[in-house]
């Protein structure tokens, strides 16, 4: 998938899947995008479920133990209070794009937190 960027998502359950196409699309505006990556608890949740299919990529979920172990250079003490790591985003992204790197840092845009990663080597 030479140039897709993986976008970690956070969110607040509930999130309307309008508003989360419009934060992945204000990060990675025409660029494919390789699959949207969350926290567990979250991907089953209707508005990222839908939000993926529209655009045809996959969601791919972590626990927070496996997203806390992943450093970032955002991390939230209230995030990690209310979900037991201190990023979802940028720790989903980095996860999921299998020593990648960053290239968009978490950016919150309406209540949905993004960030981009490039898988490793690119």
């Known amino acids: ?8 998502v956070g969110m607040r359950a509930g999130a309307d899947a309008g508003d989360i196409l419009d934060a992945v699309r204000a990060v990675a ?5 390789a699959c949207l990556a969350t926290v567990d608890r979250r991907a089953e949740e209707p508005g990222l ?3 993926a299919a529209e655009l045809g990529v996959p969601v791919v979920a972590f626990t ?4 806390a172990a ?5 991390p939230s003490v209230r995030t990690a209070a209310a979900l037991g790591t201190p990023s979802v985003a940028e720790a989903a992204a980095l996860r999921a794009a299998t ?5 968009v840092r978490k950016r919150v845009v309406g209540e949905i937190t ?3 990663a490039v898988f490793g080597g690119r």
């Open 70 to 74: 992943v450093a970032v250079p955002n």
């Open 99 to 103: 020593g990648g790197r960053l290239v």
């Open 49 to 51: 479920v839908a939000a």
């Open 114 to 116: 993004v960030a981009t």
């Open 29 to 33: 505006a025409e660029v494919e995008i």
């Open 64 to 67: 927070p133990d496996e997203l």
């Open 1 to 8: 998938m030479t140039g897709a960027l993986v976008v970690g």
